[in-house]
């Protein structure tokens, strides 16, 4: 009777003594750009929230800045020769988890509306979870994030001059619950009964 009394204490201290919690990092204390471009396309860091999740609720993006388009320009399959005038073509900012076992990516595109002016932006960009993909590999707070440039694939075409992207935020920002300090009171109970138990066998 007593061993089932003891798990049942320790189940309900994992189960009920737990928070919901926002952590934010911010990218730019982790080295990242504030500039993207066809010359600097790319970052990545390994991170780590120093703190543990019980779920995940969402992941995102909690960035601003400035999309200033590419120009690009047409050309005849045949000769190779310019059709046309130049014209203004998105180019994009996009961030990456990796792949569990789907790959999770947020990516803004855009600057084509106000060009040669750059476009604003200021979003909250979710990373949806597609298929069977989840975040078991984020619960222990640690991962790995991607930032970069991309640019638009023309058929027959391509940039003559690339765009760029100018950074003011990038925060990556997890929702989820996290245990209470009385959880792991708890399951620290739970292993000193266990352990004095098996000494006394």
Known sequence: MRNAITTVIIVFGVTTMARADIVKLDLFDLGCPTEFN???TYWQ???DLGIEFVEIDRVYMDWSGEITAGLAMKYDPR???PVGEP???DVAISAYLGRNPAAR????WGGSPAYPEPEVFDYQSEFKVPGSSSWSDLLDGQGKIWVYYEGLISLNGGYIE???IILDKANFVVEGV???????YFLGLGGIWMMRKISKR
Not at 105 to 108: A, C, G
Not at 178 to 184: D, M, N, S
């Open 178 to 184: 996290i245990p209470e300090p009385a959880t792991l």
């Open 79 to 81: 000769t190779l020769e």
């Open 87 to 89: 014209f203004p073509l």
């Open 38 to 40: 066809f010359d600097s």
């Open 45 to 47: 860091t390994d991170f």
């Open 162 to 164: 690339s765009g760029s």
């Open 105 to 108: 990516l947020v990516s803004i």
